[in-house]
């Protein structure tokens, strides 16, 4: 394989000037080339956006750093967009690639996105570090990716991607994402590990499927949520297995499974997993939403969609433990609460008369912080509604949804419309005595199994 240096082109790594012509010129000549590695080595190399082309593995060597400009004018426009709505100003990106095959980001080195040069909220523009559109065969592997100024990658539309050993910090700023796959299909994520400020790993559809998904031997920590499938439902969600992993301090969901824009989500078995201080473990729902002036709805909807399908989902083998850490409320940077002992908890729901359809949780043991007493919740629950049928005021009217209610009515399990539900060996205690139920099972049909519960003390939190 042909190796091109990038001083050979030009580019000095002094972590002062500007290495972007010569770094895409040796891209360039590797390319046409019929394909090898472009090398970074001893240095810091800054760079504005650079395109990966067919046959390309952009090396970033142990001894290397890759920082991105701190200058928004050194991005290009034409590298596709951010595919939710209202967040135009992520558009842009430090990498990428589109129709290329057989590219890959590798080396032990550092990709930085100098997250602290771009502002962390408002309308001006911040450029994700990565974006690879409809591409065959993508490696990245056993790099370090820290800093972005917003997600860190974007695989959209892709076949075939492999992403081995990386290691993501993405902590200073707002969308904070480490690992987002769109609309791809054969994907392998293993012994990474993700750290961050918003979803640690994104399994969404803009519309193809995403499909044939293995995450294996991973840490996850993040003030937001650890895996994330869905929301972004318009296509299918299929055939997907997370397994041998850890989640730490997560302040909301550690796996959430969102089915909110029509489509399918289905087949997915999660196993031998173990979270510590992770406020919800895990969080489901099947509904619809579209707020067109809303944050965080697909650039492809134009209307509200019919309510989708939820199905075949397995969760063996989980352990989730509550330290005293969770007695307090967690913020992500200033005043943004993300988590409080009343929000905690297994969470399941689903608009009345559209099922979740055979769920198994099995082998969980949960020990939930607990604490909360009556008086600091509301009495009224909120029910999913589906919002083709109901008006506009009734949908803005309190009701449950993806980031509603912020508070939960039972300490430990919350489930409610699921047809075809399992329940073994499930076990959930509390540290602190809490007055609500530990486990509710409502308006479910074809019930397995119950969960065995224990509070050492009941009524009054301890003090």
């Known amino acids: 394989m042909a190796?091109?240096?990038?001083?050979?082109?030009?580019?000095?790594?002094?972590?002062?000037?500007?290495?972007?012509?010569?770094?895409?010129?040796?891209?360039?000549?590797?390319?046409?080339?019929?394909?090898?590695?472009?090398?970074?080595?001893?240095?810091?190399?800054?760079?504005?956006?650079?395109?990966?082309?067919?046959?390309?593995?952009?090396?970033?060597?142990?001894?290397?750093?890759?920082?991105?400009?701190?200058?928004?004018?050194?991005?290009?426009?034409?590298?596709?967009?951010?595919?939710?709505?209202?967040?135009?100003?992520?558009?842009?990106?430090?990498?990428?690639?589109?129709?290329?095959?057989?590219?890959?980001?590798?080396?032990?080195?550092?990709?930085?996105?100098?997250?602290?040069?771009?502002?962390?909220?408002?309308?001006?523009?911040?450029?994700?570090?990565?974006?690879?559109?409809?591409?065959?065969?993508?490696?990245?592997?056993?790099?370090?990716?820290?800093?972005?100024?917003?997600?860190?990658?974007?695989?959209?539309?892709?076949?075939?991607?492999?992403?081995?050993?990386?290691?993501?910090?993405?902590?200073?700023?707002?969308?904070?994402?480490?690992?987002?796959?769109?609309?791809?299909?054969?994907?392998?994520?293993?012994?990474?590990?993700?750290?961050?400020?918003?979803?640690?790993?994104?399994?969404?559809?803009?519309?193809?499927?995403?499909?044939?998904?293995?995450?294996?031997?991973?840490?996850?920590?993040?003030?937001?949520?650890?895996?994330?499938?869905?929301?972004?439902?318009?296509?299918?969600?299929?055939?997907?297995?997370?397994?041998?992993?850890?989640?730490?301090?997560?302040?909301?969901?550690?796996?959430?499974?969102?089915?909110?824009?029509?489509?399918?989500?289905?087949d997915i078995l999660i196993s031998q997993v173990v979270m510590r201080n992770v406020r919800r473990p895990l969080f489901m729902i099947l509904n619809n939403r579209f707020v067109p002036e809303g944050f965080g709805s697909s650039l492809e909807l134009s209307g509200m969609p019919a309510i989708g399908r939820m199905e075949r989902i397995s969760v063996n083998g989980l352990t989730a433990v509550d330290e005293t850490c969770m007695e307090q409320t967690q913020y992500r940077f200033d005043d943004d609460i993300m988590g409080e002992p009343r929000f905690g908890g297994f969470r399941v729901d689903a608009a009345a008369g559209h099922p979740i359809r055979e769920l198994t949780l099995s082998h969980i043991r949960y020990e939930c912080v607990g604490g909360v007493r009556l008086t600091e919740i509301p009495e009224r629950y909120p029910e999913v509604v589906d919002q083709t049928k109901v008006s506009e005021a009734d949908c803005t009217a309190g009701v449950s949804e993806n980031y509603w209610p912020d508070w939960s009515r039972t300490a430990c399990m919350d489930i409610r419309h699921v047809d075809g539900l399992c329940l073994e060996q499930v076990h959930c205690s509390c540290r602190n005595a809490d007055q609500r139920p530990m486990v509710l099972v409502e308006g479910c049909t074809r019930v397995t199994g119950q969960a065995e519960t224990r509070q050492e003390k009941t009524g009054e939190k301890e003090e």
């Open 3 to 266: 190796i091109y240096d990038v001083r050979a082109f030009g580019a000095v790594g002094d972590g002062i000037q500007d290495d972007t012509a010569a770094l895409q010129a040796a891209i360039d000549a590797c390319a046409d080339g019929s394909g090898g590695r472009v090398s970074l080595a001893g240095g810091c190399f800054v760079t504005g956006t650079l395109y990966l082309k067919s046959g390309v593995f952009l090396e970033i060597e142990a001894s290397a750093k890759l920082l991105a400009s701190p200058r928004i004018g050194d991005y290009g426009t034409d590298t596709h967009h951010n595919r939710y709505r209202n967040e135009p100003e992520l558009d842009r990106c430090l990498i990428f690639a589109a129709d290329a095959e057989n590219i890959g980001l590798t080396g032990y080195g550092q990709i930085n996105g100098n997250g602290e040069a771009f502002p962390n909220a408002g309308t001006k523009n911040r450029p994700m570090l990565i974006r690879f559109l409809r591409c065959k065969n993508v490696h990245v592997e056993n790099l370090q990716l820290y800093d972005a100024a917003a997600w860190t990658t974007a695989f959209l539309d892709c076949e075939a991607a492999w992403v081995r050993g990386v290691d993501i910090c993405n902590e200073k700023r707002y969308n904070g994402d480490g690992l987002d796959f769109d609309g791809c299909s054969r994907v392998w994520v293993s012994d990474c590990r993700i750290r961050g400020t918003d979803d640690n790993l994104c399994l969404q559809s803009s519309g193809r499927p995403t499909e044939n998904v293995h995450i294996t031997n991973c840490m996850f920590s993040s003030v937001c949520a650890g895996i994330r499938i869905g929301l972004k439902s318009v296509g299918d969600i299929r055939d997907v297995v997370i397994a041998n992993c850890t989640m730490r301090d997560v302040w909301r969901e550690g796996i959430k499974i969102e089915c909110s824009e029509g489509g399918t989500i289905s």
